[in-house]
């Protein structure tokens, strides 16, 4: 694809590039590793992909990561899967997200909103107190380096203390948000075996109380290696019999010890959607996310102590271990506990006045959401702390960054960011010091040698290609749970291109420098040789006030065929006639090609997502092409199942 937006919605100022921390670190880089003292970011972003120990090596020092035990050198094995970090070093991820309570100590660490109350402050103090009280605890219990914590546990303090205790005492921490059903939590904690069980009795979500007792007593019957159970009464429920008290497992006055552990030891687990079988368990490491997650937030969000730093997440979510790592940058962190959308569609908005946020980061889905029902923030809110808007779980199309431009501040940082659970992390998104382009992430990630390639492995510039990291990234799985030879975690990323990491994303890279993600390419739509990702059409589709969502999906016939079809979700009132009809193919034909226009256009009641809200296309197609449901998809992880069957009913139909 040409270069098709050449003037930047927004650029940075003289004075914003000058004191962000990335321009900070390019000049100390540049005095003491040899980095580009000129060129900006793109001489930079080169450097630290040619030069990759040495970038390392300079953000462990630029961070002043404390090693108990020093490093032999920055990497072992850069061969993937199996890069080996820092090896000899030992240290604690706990201790670092911690360090802020020695200088700050009264300031609020975090801050904690829910549907009902206004935000309540932890203090650094108050954290690290609670932290060591309860790693303490955990340690009474027998717990030992490498076994594994459970959280069933919603966006609440109690579970940021929880992950840095367990990170503590060398423990590796798992959650799950409380909206999941029994079967999903324990298609991913049982395959981990937890030996704590951190739970509420239940939450508040919709201005409704959720609970939640039954599907706890189901999770310790079906969890034989559980030896105790932490009751969190956020309904106000007595612990029920067998439990342990959470007010009493952090009631004392105890200096957290951190437990000294390989840069490798692994820090948490996180799971992929689980859409097709079980959820793999990702196992993240804790120095690989540390000095990750120190880069990211530090250099590309440019967050530090003068920060609040409020993401929509639950604890299901990869974005609710990065939101809890803004504690390494002594950010203060803002803990939303509730829906997206109560009493109204504005409520992030409202959470983000509130809490004085300066980097607001929520879902694409919700800025376009907010666009459709005509919110208006700047208008209704006071946002004059929010110097950046950031995105992911989903492309944010082009009139999404308009609207943000247009009803926030023009002098807004627009930061769609892409990465995944698999790493933890971004592979391209926000640069403090670049301009932002309508439709476009700012650039890859220092770092992260991100590419886009055509089949037989040749690199593209300004042509939709496969996603590709061609150099080990610090947070990339240490392995997968049960995986014993390895061979799960290569196919999921390394059997399309040997040693080379392939994400399963069609992107383009401008030959700016920019980064256009245009959806799943294991859905990608290619007709007659073209390609296209899902993301665009609906983009172009769910403009139209009567789309509410939609679904596309490409299908190899048997006979050499082709079939697309759209399915739509309509807006209360809509009808699909054929003034519609012609509308949506209209809008295709005219925006995107006319190769792609639908070759039918079907109403559905609903588009079933993941529990972490993305649309499943893949087992939809699966579905489609005659796969029965039990082997087309992995019922836990679907937010409405009874959805599936309008697909499987239709499969059968055309059969």
Same mark, same amino acid.
């Given at each position: 694809?040409?270069?098709?937006?050449?003037?930047?919605?927004?650029?940075?100022?003289?004075?914003?590039?000058?004191? /962000?921390?990335?321009?900070?670190?390019?000049?100390?880089?540049?005095?003491?590793?040899? /980095?580009?003292?000129?060129?900006?970011?793109?001489?930079?972003?080169?450097?630290?992909?040619?030069?990759?120990?040495?970038?390392?090596?300079?953000?462990?020092?630029?961070?002043?990561?404390?090693? @108990?035990?020093?490093?032999?050198?920055?990497?072992?094995?850069?061969?993937?899967?199996?890069?080996?970090?820092?090896?000899?070093?030992?240290?604690?991820?706990?201790?670092?997200?911690?360090?802020?309570? &020695?200088?700050?100590?009264?300031?609020?660490?975090?801050?904690?909103?829910?549907?009902?109350?206004?935000?309540?402050?932890?203090?650094?103090?108050?954290?690290?107190?609670?932290?060591? @009280?309860?790693?303490?605890?955990?340690?009474?219990?027998?717990?030992?380096?490498?076994?594994?914590?459970?959280?069933?546990?919603?966006?609440?303090?109690?579970?940021?203390?929880?992950?840095?205790?367990? &990170?503590?005492?060398?423990?590796?921490? !798992?959650?799950?948000?409380?909206?999941?059903?029994?079967?999903?939590?324990?298609?991913?904690?049982?395959?981990?075996?937890? =030996?704590?069980?951190?739970?509420?009795?239940?939450?508040?979500?919709?201005?409704?109380?959720?609970?939640?007792?039954?599907?706890?007593?189901?999770?310790?019957?079906?969890?034989?290696?559980?030896?105790?159970?932490?009751?969190?009464?956020?309904?106000? !429920?007595?612990?029920?019999?067998?439990?342990?008290?959470?007010?009493?497992?952090?009631?004392?006055?105890?200096?957290?010890?951190?437990?000294?552990?390989?840069?490798?030891?692994?820090?948490?687990?996180?799971?992929?959607?689980?859409?097709?079988?079980?959820?793999?368990?990702?196992?993240?490491? $804790?120095?690989?996310?540390?000095?990750?997650?120190?880069?990211?937030?530090?250099?590309?969000?440019?967050?530090?102590?003068?920060?609040?730093?409020?993401?929509?997440?639950?604890?299901?979510?990869?974005?609710?271990?990065?939101?809890?790592?803004?504690?390494?940058? #002594?950010?203060?962190?803002?803990?939303?506990? #509730?829906?997206?959308?109560?009493?109204?569609?504005?409520? $992030?908005?409202?959470?983000? *006045?509130?809490?004085?946020?300066?980097?607001?980061?929520? @879902?694409?889905?919700?800025?376009?959401?907010?666009?459709?029902?005509?919110?208006?923030?700047?208008?209704?809110?006071?946002?004059?702390?929010?110097?950046?808007? &950031?995105?992911?779980?989903?492309?944010?199309?082009?009139?999404?960054?308009?609207?943000?431009?247009?009803?926030?501040?023009?002098?807004?940082?627009?930061?769609? =960011?892409?990465? #995944?659970?698999?790493?933890?992390?971004?592979?391209?998104?926000?640069?403090?010091?670049?301009?932002?382009?309508?439709?476009?992430? $700012?650039?890859?990630?220092?770092?992260?040698?991100?590419?886009?390639?055509?089949?037989?492995?040749?690199?593209?510039?300004?042509?939709?290609? *496969?996603?590709?990291?061609?150099?080990?990234?610090?947070?990339?799985?240490?392995?997968?749970?049960?995986?014993?030879?390895?061979?799960?975690?290569?196919?999921?990323?390394?059997?399309?291109?040997?040693?080379?990491?392939?994400?399963?994303?069609?992107?383009?890279?401008?030959?700016?420098?920019?980064?256009?993600?245009?959806?799943?390419?294991?859905?990608?739509?290619?007709?007659?040789?073209?390609?296209? #990702?899902?993301?665009?059409?609906?983009?172009?589709?769910?403009?139209?006030?009567?789309?509410?969502?939609?679904?596309?999906?490409?299908?190899?016939?048997?006979?050499?065929?082709?079939?697309?079809?759209?399915?739509?979700?309509?807006?209360?009132?809509?009808?699909?006639?054929? /003034?519609?009809?012609?509308? =949506?193919?209209?809008?295709?034909?005219?925006?995107?090609?006319?190769?792609?226009?639908?070759?039918?256009?079907?109403?559905?009641?609903?588009?079933?997502?993941?529990?972490?809200?993305?649309?499943?296309?893949?087992?939809?197609?699966?579905?489609?092409?005659?796969?029965?449901?039990?082997?087309?998809?992995?019922?836990?992880?679907?937010?409405?199942?009874?959805?599936?069957?309008?697909?499987?009913?239709?499969?059968?139909?055309?059969?």
């Amino acid at each position: 694809m040409p270069t098709v937006n050449p003037e930047p919605l927004w650029r940075p100022d003289p004075q914003r590039i000058d004191e /962000a921390q990335v321009t900070r670190f390019q000049a100390w880089a540049a005095e003491h590793h040899g /980095a580009p003292a000129e060129g900006g970011y793109p001489a930079l972003h080169r450097w630290s992909v040619d030069e990759l120990e040495t970038f390392w090596e300079a953000v462990v020092q630029w961070f002043d990561v404390r090693f @108990s035990t020093p490093y032999t050198r920055v990497l072992g094995d850069r061969a993937m899967p199996g890069a080996q970090w820092f090896p000899g070093a030992t240290l604690n991820y706990a201790e670092h997200a911690l360090r802020a309570s &020695a200088t700050r100590a009264d300031e609020p660490a975090l801050l904690h909103v829910d549907e009902t109350h206004e935000p309540r402050p932890v203090t650094w103090s108050e954290l690290r107190r609670q932290v060591g @009280s309860l790693a303490a605890e955990l340690r009474a219990l027998g717990v030992r380096p490498g076994d594994r914590i459970s959280g069933y546990l919603p966006n609440i303090p109690q579970a940021v203390v929880a992950l840095l205790a367990t &990170a503590a005492v060398g423990a590796v921490w !798992t959650s799950c948000a409380p909206d999941f059903g029994a079967r999903s939590v324990l298609d991913r904690f049982q395959q981990v075996e937890p =030996v704590v069980l951190f739970t509420v009795d239940g939450y508040r979500y919709g201005g409704k109380e959720h609970d939640r007792r039954d599907t706890v007593a189901e999770l310790r019957r079906e969890l034989p290696t559980l030896r105790a159970v932490v009751h969190i009464p956020l309904l106000g !429920t007595d612990a029920p019999e067998g439990t342990l008290e959470w007010s009493a497992l952090t009631a004392g006055d105890t200096e957290p010890v951190f437990e000294q552990v390989p840069f490798e030891h692994p820090l948490w687990v996180l799971y992929s959607s689980g859409t097709t079988g079980l959820p793999k368990a990702i196992v993240q490491s $804790q120095g690989g996310i540390l000095v990750e997650h120190l880069k990211q937030l530090g250099l590309h969000c440019d967050l530090g102590p003068e920060d609040r730093f409020f993401w929509y997440t639950s604890t299901g979510w990869m974005m609710w271990n990065f939101l809890v790592s803004g504690l390494l940058t #002594g950010t203060t962190v803002v803990l939303y506990d #509730g829906s997206p959308g109560h009493p109204d569609t504005a409520a $992030q908005w409202r959470i983000a *006045e509130r809490t004085r946020a300066t980097l607001y980061g929520t @879902s694409a889905a919700y800025v376009m959401a907010c666009r459709k029902a005509g919110v208006h923030p700047t208008r209704d809110f006071d946002l004059s702390t929010v110097r950046c808007v &950031a995105t992911t779980g989903s492309p944010l199309p082009p009139d999404g960054f308009r609207w943000l431009h247009d009803e926030v501040r023009a002098d807004l940082w627009i930061a769609s =960011v892409s990465g #995944g659970t698999d790493v933890c992390s971004c592979f391209a998104g926000a640069v403090p010091t670049l301009p932002v382009h309508t439709g476009e992430l $700012q650039a890859p990630g220092l770092g992260t040698d991100l590419q886009s390639w055509d089949p037989a492995g040749r690199p593209l510039v300004d042509e939709v290609g *496969e996603l590709v990291v061609t150099n080990p990234m610090p947070s990339m799985p240490v392995r997968f749970w049960n995986d014993p030879d390895g061979s799960r975690y290569h196919d999921s990323y390394f059997d399309t291109y040997p040693g080379v990491w392939r994400h399963g994303d069609w992107i383009t890279l401008t030959s700016r420098g920019s980064v256009v993600i245009h959806g799943r390419s294991d859905s990608t739509l290619n007709r007659q040789g073209v390609r296209m #990702g899902s993301a665009d059409i609906y983009e172009a589709v769910e403009r139209l006030p009567e789309i509410k969502e939609s679904l596309v999906i490409g299908i190899e016939q048997p006979d050499g065929g082709y079939w697309m079809p759209l399915f739509v979700h309509l807006a209360p009132g809509a009808v699909l006639d054929d /003034a519609l009809l012609d509308r =949506v193919k209209r809008t295709i034909r005219e925006q995107l090609s006319p190769r792609h226009i639908p070759d039918e256009i079907i109403e559905v009641p609903g588009i079933p997502h993941t529990l972490t809200g993305k649309r499943i296309e893949v087992p939809v197609k699966r579905l489609l092409q005659g796969t029965p449901l039990d082997k087309a998809v992995n019922p836990g992880s679907i937010d409405n199942l009874d959805l599936l069957h309008f697909y499987e009913d239709l499969a059968r139909k055309r059969a």
